[in-house]
């Protein structure tokens, strides 16, 4: 982890226990050809639902390791006050 300003990234905000996820998808609960739809709120607003999960379990060759993809709003704010333009109200993904 950094020593910067910002806050947490989604994961590590899960991995800290500091917010939940607004949902935890995978092969079951997001199958192929359905669309689901998320109003998502920015990480620095809320502690509880702050983040999209999903877990990449289609494939077949998955296995337990942490292999997700996280998407997660910034915007600036409490201890994100300080983001830059380039990332400020956008949707970002990590892939862990």
Known sequence: MGSGHGC??????????????LAELN???????????????ATNTT????FL????????DYTTKL?????A???RGGGDW???SEVTDKVGAIIT
């Open 73 to 75: 709003l910034r915007a």
């Open 53 to 60: 999960v999903i877990h990449i379990t289609w494939r077949s």
């Open 82 to 84: 300080n983001l830059t």
């Open 27 to 41: 092969n079951n609960t997001l199958p192929s050809g359905l669309n689901l739809s998320y109003w998502l709120p």
């Open 67 to 71: 292999t997700a993809v996280y998407l």
């Open 8 to 21: 947490p990234s989604a994961p590590e905000l899960h991995f800290l226990g500091w917010a939940t996820p």
């Open 47 to 50: 502690e509880k639902g702050a």
